[in-house]
């Protein structure tokens, strides 16, 4: 079983509607989850941090976390043709080293 | 965050040749990290960089191939040796990481193997 491992893709959604990424993570001590956001050609961006149950909300991203279900997710909302990249999420495990998902490609439409 | 900056920005090689790739942080960090991704694919760590000492490798990655140095708190190397066009991929830096600490990451070096 992969460590991180993201709802395959691509998604392709129409300018302003609501992109929704999901994230799996198998290690159950692992307490610190991240979105970053690649565009084609560039290196990862930190998009959002979470490390407790819920939600956290940074402009038009919202992280939800549920560690009894080993579950992280993103919101984007209002989506841009801006916000089209790959979206990676990413898991420190319990030795302390950050774990990728595979990454969700994201095409807004405009 | 930290300033990351990582030379060359890319190159072409032949095969068999080495290339050494440089990571300059503008403000002293404990870890630094350094991750291959191959086309398409996602992020996979090689090694985290240690100060002082060497390296740790991840499973599939050896010190005669992916040699690294830290000579420093801001300062890093890894060089790919005997290069094969399997090795064409971007190599990241990042600084960061622990607990909770995020890992910020460098521009990359895009590499092809000819």
């Known amino acids: 079983q992969k460590e991180v491992e993201q709802n395959s893709g691509p998604l392709s959604v129409p300018e302003g509607a609501i992109a929704s990424l999901n994230c799996t993570y198998s290690?159950?001590?692992?307490?610190?989850f991240f979105w970053y956001r690649q565009y084609s050609g560039k290196s990862p961006e930190l998009i959002m941090s979470?490390?407790?149950?819920g939600d956290k909300e940074d402009g038009r991203f919202t992280a939800q976390l549920n560690k009894a279900s080993q579950y992280v997710s993103l919101l984007i909302r209002d989506s841009q043709p801006s916000d089209s990249a790959t979206y990676l999420c990413?898991?420190?495990?319990?030795?302390?080293?950050?774990?990728f998902g595979a990454g969700t490609t994201v095409t807004v439409r405009a | 965050s930290a300033v990351i900056s990582q030379k060359p920005s890319r190159d072409i090689c032949q095969r068999g040749t080495s290339l050494t790739i440089q990571c300059q942080v503008d403000?002293?960090?404990?870890?630094m990290f350094w991750y291959r991704q191959q086309p398409g694919q996602s992020l996979t760590l090689i090694a985290t960089?240690?100060?002082?000492?060497?390296?740790?490798?991840e499973s599939g990655f050896v010190i005669d191939k992916f040699p690294i140095s830290r000579p420093n708190l801001t300062f890093s190397t890894l060089t790919v040796s005997n290069m094969s066009p399997e090795d064409s991929s971007i190599y990241l830096c990042?600084?960061?990481?622990?607990?909770?600490?995020?890992?910020?990451f460098g521009p990359g070096t895009r590499l092809t193997v000819l």
């Open positions: 990042s600084v960061g990481g622990g607990v909770s600490d995020t890992q910020y």
């Open positions: 290690d159950r001590g692992s307490q610190s």
């Open positions: 979470i490390y407790s149950n």
């Open positions: 990413a898991v420190i495990t319990n030795d302390y080293k950050l774990s």
């Open positions: 403000s002293q960090v404990t870890m």
């Open positions: 960089a240690n100060q002082g000492s060497e390296a740790t490798y």
